[in-house]
């Protein structure tokens, strides 16, 4: 294949839904085709999914037209399970399983960000981190994780892997989170955790353990991970996006208002909007804990540009047996389509131009399909602000709700033809 087969290619799907996550549009255009829903979680009474909670607390969900059943399991591991066996519609999970679930040819679809930052920390007992230098000597231990194979492992698994160790060097025990956490810690049955909080700060407030790695403030993101690290989100089978458009857009619309509630609301606030038993009978621990993660949480719901790279990263980091090769991160984004969005966020919807131009920074071919109105807020932005972006747009495709097939047709039916100009394709 020569070099200029290897062209940096892009579809940006402008339509008025969310199909395809990492980003997530406003606008709903009409009622959710299906009301009842059921969300799959693991751990909801950790701070790590704390929108999830507002968002039915708060009646987010309900303003919405949604009445959403939450299942709450074990961990992440457990609700993508359920997601995948057909009890769950949709899981607010850790955006990696999107990407562990495209390794084994399975399209599961994110969308609807809740944390910009990992949000987790690993520590240890107190007795143990005295022998512990490095990761290196963590070799034989036991960790309290969610579950096996949620993020919570994978985050021990990847701070082993620096010291040379292997996955099956550690031990990770499912513990669960909140109350379980604690107990796990006090009755020494693990030497460490990698948890959410607000179990961690309560552990570190009775001085039983030591953070070894954190995670829970964006400067602790940028030093492990060089910048953002997408944590949960919202991801679906892709028949949620595509069959339900608007029940997707109603779930994605709920999340990021808890978001949105959550940027400014006082501690205390907070505090009063959750169940009684996830503040683990210290409501001034849980209000701490909460004041010192809130810059972790998404703003706005959109995927940073550097998140799924960075996430990629990470868990090739931790696990060899990711192969880079066959994952293909693309940009395939969705835009809220009425002006009434427009006109009433016009801050956020520079912020989400600036992101998709951003993104596209080193992008060579772009490919635009959409409706007439949000395909051309987009083409209008690209031509006032992002003026680089302009010659490298190949076509344009006026379309409603496209399939991923109907995009991998205009794919080749653009950029084949390019190649074919070039001379690099018979």
Not at 43 to 70: C, H, N, P, R, W
């Amino acid at each position: 294949m020569t070099k200029l087969q290897m062209r940096r290619r892009a579809i940006l799907a402008a339509a008025p839904a969310l199909m395809a996550a990492p980003y997530v549009a406003r606008a709903q255009t009409g009622k959710p085709e299906k009301t009842k829903v059921v969300m799959a979680v693991g751990g909801k009474s950790a701070l790590y999914y704390l929108s999830v909670t507002i968002a039915e607390t708060k009646g987010f969900y309900k303003d919405a037209g949604l009445d959403v059943e939450i299942n709450d399991f074990q961990g992440g591991a457990k609700s993508l399970e359920a997601l995948m066996g057909g009890s769950a519609d949709v899981v607010a999970g850790a955006y990696e399983h999107t990407i562990r679930m495209q390794q084994r040819g399975q399209p599961i679809k994110g969308f609807a960000l809740i944390g910009r930052g990992m949000q987790l920390a690993i520590g240890l007992r107190n007795d143990v981190a005295e022998k512990v230098k490095g990761p290196a000597d963590i070799k034989g231990m036991k960790f309290g994780v969610t579950a096996p194979g949620s993020q919570t492992q994978m985050l021990v698994t990847n701070w082993a892997a620096k010291g040379g160790l292997k996955a099956s060097d550690i031990v990770a025990i499912g513990v669960g989170a909140g109350a379980s956490v604690v107990a796990a810690i006090e009755n020494k049955s693990v030497d460490g955790i990698s948890q959410a909080d607000p179990a961690l700060t309560i552990l570190q407030e009775k001085n039983l353990i030591k953070i070894m790695v954190d995670t829970r403030t964006m400067k602790g993101n940028q030093e492990l991970f060089g910048g953002t690290m997408p944590a949960a989100c919202l991801y679906a089978q892709p028949a949620l996006l595509t069959k339900t458009p608007n029940t997707a857009q109603a779930l994605a619309n709920a999340i990021v208002r808890a978001n949105e509630w959550l940027q400014t609301a006082p501690p205390e606030e907070v505090a009063k909007a959750v169940p009684t038993a996830y503040l683990l009978g210290d409501k001034a621990i849980y209000e701490k804990a909460f004041a010192n993660v809130r810059e972790t949480i998404s703003p706005d719901g959109i995927m940073p540009p550097d998140g799924p790279g960075n996430c990629l990263k990470f868990l090739v980091e931790g696990d060899p047996k990711i192969d880079p090769a066959k994952i293909k991160p693309h940009y395939h984004m969705q835009r809220r389509s009425t002006t009434t969005a427009e006109h009433a966020h016009p801050a956020d919807a520079l912020h989400f131009f600036q992101a998709v131009e951003k993104a596209l920074a080193d992008v060579e071919e772009i490919l635009i399909v959409g409706p007439g109105s949000a395909k051309l807020e987009l083409i209008k932005h690209v031509h006032q602000h992002g003026h680089a972006l302009v010659p490298r747009i190949v076509g344009v495709e006026t379309v409603d709700h496209p399939t991923d097939g109907q995009l991998v047709a205009f794919a080749h039916k653009y950029f084949h033809a390019k190649d074919r100009l070039r001379g690099t394709v018979p």
